[in-house]
Structures are given as structure tokens and as C-alpha cells.
């Protein structure tokens, strides 16, 4: 007797974009017009070649997948929900009505209709977006992060409580944005300039602190029971110019047509002795799970005087070939295909259980309504 052959598993990708996609005009520009030689590549993919990148990558490996983009559309995410129900999310939904603030209510929705989806619950993805707290949550619980203050306002404290020099960030963004060169302050007046900056570009609150002039690491994280560390990024900031601070400003990060996005090299694996490898992973694992990440994060992390420092945690980061988290995972020996099997394997092991079985009907409400005689 013939065996029955196993359905795959569907996989849709989720994303939502609207609007213009900046790096297709970045087709359009000539390298030999920037006024400086760029080391790496300015034509970089589009969101959508990456995101089919990820769709091609999970069929090769053996799953029915598609790439859907919400459009800012709940309809169209109801239908995903409900009418095309899948076996699990690729979650890479980041915004929604262009509110940041909403991508963990996105989350929420695959729980209350209890679909499995990659990567962290709606928890987490509210919680590492807040700064502030995140920081304090770490602290708590014994993970160094570099000493801080929340203002509310563009006004210096007369006792700030700080030493300089510090780095200044809008609270609620993410992936370095309003991290500039400008984000480095060396005394009171150039805190002051750059608050105002902050609070009109960005609002408030800002977070300040104490600027570790040291080894930066992106560290990332994955797996769930228990979690893995994988290989360290180090980053090397020795070419930059004189006037820009060693730091991962937003142009460093995302903007191919700046020269700082071509001096800022990834090291992988980082240089580590073994025992401050080992500090520097046990720190990462207790982030990752104090903020309650799950299947992937990377953890960005500065050493002082070998003791890492936790900067950030950063729950579903960037899975593009040939960035950070991706980086890691190679080194690690996973190809870019089996990575992303295994964040979906992740996810599947949280499929739900069937729902229950429906109680039996009660009688009617007054069938079981005892009325107590009169007392005689």
C-alpha cells in the first residue's frame, strides 16, 4: 500500500509597504558621481527582490511559500488570517499606518487567531522599542547597560547625573534612526543643541547615555529551548573620518550614497579570548530572555575594559544575505536557506493545539434558578 504523501507546510512571507521604494532609485546612480570610491556596492536589492529572496530560499527548502504585502490594508490582512490561513507567518511586518507603535498589535493578531508566526510576540517587539524601560528591565536584572537618563524636554538638568562624553537618541526609533554623527556629545552646550535637535525632529522622551568608547558588537541570538549564540560581529570604525564618531550612525547603517556607509567594516567572527566570549554570550542569552525574544534577535553590545555593555536588544532584525544577523548565522554554518528553515522550524513548534471540544448545551437559565420559598 502506496504511503500517503505529506502535505508542506505553507509559509506566507508578511510585510507591509506603501509608497516609493528608495533603493530602486539607487539603480539610477552612477558610483563614479559620489566624489569618493565606495568600497561596497550602492545598487543594493529592493525590499521586494528581498523579500523574494526569502520566498525562493523556503521553497528550495521544501515549503509552499508566497510573499504577501498588507498595503496598510486590515481587509487584506483578515483575508491573510482567515480566508488563506497558513500554516505559519514569516513575520516582517514593521509598521502600520506608518506608526511603528502598531507592528506589536500585527503580532497580536496571529495570536488571537492563533497562527503560529516567526520571531518575537507582541510583548517583546513593545517592549525593546521602548528604550528607556528596556534599559531599566536589564538593570534589574543584572545585565550591565551603560548608566542614563530619559528627559522630557530640551533643558539640561542642572545635575545630570552623567559623565560625558554621552549619546544622545530619540526613545522610540529604531534600526539607528536619529543617530548621526551629531549624536556624540563632549560637554553641556553640545548636549544642549543636540536635545533641541532630538526633541524638535523626533519628540520626546530622549534617551542620554554614557558613551562607551569601545569595541562594538553585534551579537546575535537564536533558538528557544535553549537559546544559541552565534559567531560575534565586531565592527571596525577605523576609517572613518576624523570629525565622525566610532558609532553605526543611521547613513553608516542604510545610505549607500554617504561615504560613512563604505568605512564601517564588519568583522566575523569577532576577536575575542575565550573567557570574554563567554561573558559576552552569557550576557547576550540573558537579554534575549529577560525581554522575552524568541527565535532570533541580535543583541548590540560595547565592551569597556572587557565587561560588555548592552546597548540594545533588537528583536527580528534584519535577515537580508550578507547583513549582521545573516552574517552570524554562516559563520555559524548555516546557509542562507537552512537559517530560514530553521526560524520557521522555531515557529512550528508553537503550533497551537486544536481548539476544544464544545461543552454540551446547559438547560435554560431558569431551569436552573432555585426560587427559595417564603418563610412561614
Same mark, same amino acid.
Given at each position: 500500500?502506496?504511503?500517503?504523501?505529506?502535505?508542506?507546510?505553507?509559509?506566507?512571507?508578511?510585510? &507591509?509597504?506603501? /509608497?516609493?521604494?528608495?533603493?530602486?532609485?539607487?539603480?539610477?546612480?552612477?558610483?563614479?558621481?559620489? /566624489?569618493?570610491?565606495?568600497?561596497?556596492?550602492?545598487?543594493?536589492?529592493?525590499? +521586494?527582490?528581498?523579500?523574494?529572496?526569502?520566498?525562493?530560499?523556503? *521553497?528550495?527548502? #521544501?515549503? @509552499?511559500?508566497?510573499?504577501?504585502?498588507?498595503?496598510?490594508?486590515l481587509k487584506k490582512l483578515e483575508r491573510v488570517l482567515k480566508r488563506s490561513r497558513p500554516d505559519v507567518i514569516f513575520n516582517l511586518v514593521e509598521h502600520f499606518h506608518d506608526d511603528a507603535d502598531l507592528e506589536p498589535a500585527i503580532a497580536a493578531m496571529f495570536d488571537?487567531?492563533?497562527?503560529?508566526?516567526? #520571531?518575537?510576540?507582541?510583548?517583546?517587539?513593545?517592549?525593546?522599542? $521602548?528604550?528607556?524601560?528596556?534599559?531599566?528591565?536589564?538593570?534589574?536584572?543584572?545585565?550591565?547597560?551603560?548608566?542614563? +537618563?530619559?528627559?522630557?524636554?530640551?533643558?539640561?538638568?542642572? $545635575? !545630570? #547625573? !552623567? $559623565?560625558?562624553?554621552?549619546?544622545? +537618541?530619540?526613545?522610540?526609533?529604531?534600526?539607528?534612526?536619529?543617530?548621526?554623527? =551629531?549624536?556624540?556629545?563632549?560637554?553641556?552646550?553640545?548636549?544642549?543643541?543636540?536635545?533641541?535637535?532630538?526633541?524638535?525632529?523626533?519628540?520626546?522622551?530622549?534617551?542620554?547615555?554614557?558613551?562607551?568608547? #569601545? *569595541?562594538?558588537?553585534?551579537?546575535?541570538?537564536? =533558538?528557544?529551548?535553549?537559546?544559541?549564540?552565534?559567531?560575534?560581529?565586531?565592527?571596525?570604525?577605523?576609517? !572613518?573620518?576624523?570629525?565622525? %564618531?566610532?558609532?553605526?550612525?543611521?547613513?553608516?547603517?542604510?545610505?549607500?550614497?554617504?561615504?560613512?556607509?563604505?568605512?564601517?567594516?564588519?568583522?566575523?567572527?569577532?576577536?575575542?579570548?575565550?573567557?570574554?566570549?563567554?561573558?559576552?554570550?552569557?550576557?547576550?542569552? @540573558?537579554?534575549?530572555?529577560?525581554?522575552?525574544?524568541?527565535?532570533?534577535?541580535?543583541?548590540?553590545?560595547?565592551?569597556?575594559? &572587557? +565587561?560588555?555593555?548592552?546597548?540594545?536588544?533588537?528583536? &527580528?532584525?534584519?535577515?537580508?544575505?550578507?547583513?549582521?544577523?545573516?552574517?552570524?548565522?554562516?559563520?555559524?554554518?548555516?546557509?542562507?536557506?537552512?537559517?530560514?528553515?530553521?526560524?520557521?522550524?522555531?515557529?512550528?513548534? @508553537?503550533?497551537?493545539?486544536?481548539?476544544?471540544?464544545?461543552?454540551?448545551?446547559?438547560?435554560?437559565?431558569?431551569?436552573?434558578?432555585?426560587?427559595? %420559598? %417564603?418563610?412561614?
Amino acid at each position: 500500500m502506496e504511503q500517503p504523501v505529506e502535505r508542506k507546510k505553507s509559509v506566507i512571507v508578511l510585510y &507591509n509597504y506603501v /509608497g516609493e521604494d528608495w533603493y530602486e532609485k539607487l539603480k539610477e546612480v552612477d558610483p563614479a558621481t559620489l /566624489g569618493f570610491e565606495p568600497e561596497y556596492p550602492i545598487h543594493v536589492s529592493t525590499l +521586494k527582490e528581498e523579500y523574494d529572496d526569502i520566498v525562493r530560499a523556503l *521553497r528550495r527548502v #521544501g515549503y @509552499r511559500a508566497r510573499a504577501v504585502n498588507l498595503e496598510e490594508d486590515l481587509k487584506k490582512l483578515e483575508r491573510v488570517l482567515k480566508r488563506s490561513r497558513p500554516d505559519v507567518i514569516f513575520n516582517l511586518v514593521e509598521h502600520f499606518h506608518d506608526d511603528a507603535d502598531l507592528e506589536p498589535a500585527i503580532a497580536a493578531m496571529f495570536d488571537l487567531y492563533r497562527i503560529p508566526y516567526t #520571531g518575537a510576540p507582541a510583548f517583546a517587539l513593545s517592549l525593546c522599542q $521602548r528604550k528607556g524601560l528596556t534599559k531599566h528591565l536589564l538593570l534589574d536584572n543584572g545585565v550591565p547597560t551603560p548608566r542614563f +537618563k530619559m528627559l522630557h524636554g530640551p533643558t539640561v538638568p542642572k $545635575r !545630570l #547625573g !552623567l $559623565r560625558f562624553p554621552l549619546i544622545v +537618541k530619540p526613545s522610540w526609533e529604531d534600526a539607528s534612526y536619529g543617530v548621526e554623527k =551629531g549624536s556624540v556629545v563632549r560637554d553641556r552646550e553640545q548636549l544642549a543643541e543636540r536635545l533641541k535637535h532630538v526633541c524638535e525632529d523626533f519628540g520626546v522622551p530622549i534617551l542620554v547615555e554614557e558613551f562607551i568608547e #569601545g *569595541r562594538e558588537l553585534h551579537v546575535s541570538v537564536w =533558538g528557544n529551548d535553549p537559546p544559541e549564540v552565534l559567531p560575534p560581529i565586531e565592527f571596525d570604525f577605523s576609517e !572613518l573620518p576624523a570629525d565622525h %564618531p566610532p558609532i553605526i550612525s543611521y547613513a553608516a547603517k542604510w545610505n549607500p550614497l554617504e561615504e560613512v556607509y563604505h568605512r564601517v567594516h564588519a568583522i566575523c567572527p569577532a576577536s575575542l579570548p575565550k573567557r570574554l566570549l563567554q561573558r559576552v554570550e552569557k550576557v547576550a542569552i @540573558r537579554a534575549y530572555e529577560i525581554t522575552r525574544c524568541r527565535d532570533y534577535a541580535r543583541i548590540d553590545i560595547r565592551l569597556r575594559d &572587557n +565587561k560588555p555593555y548592552v546597548l540594545e536588544v533588537n528583536p &527580528n532584525p534584519d535577515i537580508t544575505e550578507g547583513v549582521s544577523f545573516m552574517d552570524s548565522v554562516e559563520q555559524g554554518g548555516y546557509s542562507f536557506d537552512q537559517a530560514l528553515a530553521r526560524i520557521v522550524e522555531f515557529a512550528l513548534e @508553537r503550533e497551537p493545539p486544536p481548539p476544544p471540544e464544545p461543552k454540551p448545551d446547559l438547560p435554560p437559565v431558569d431551569t436552573l434558578i432555585r426560587v427559595r %420559598p %417564603p418563610e412561614s
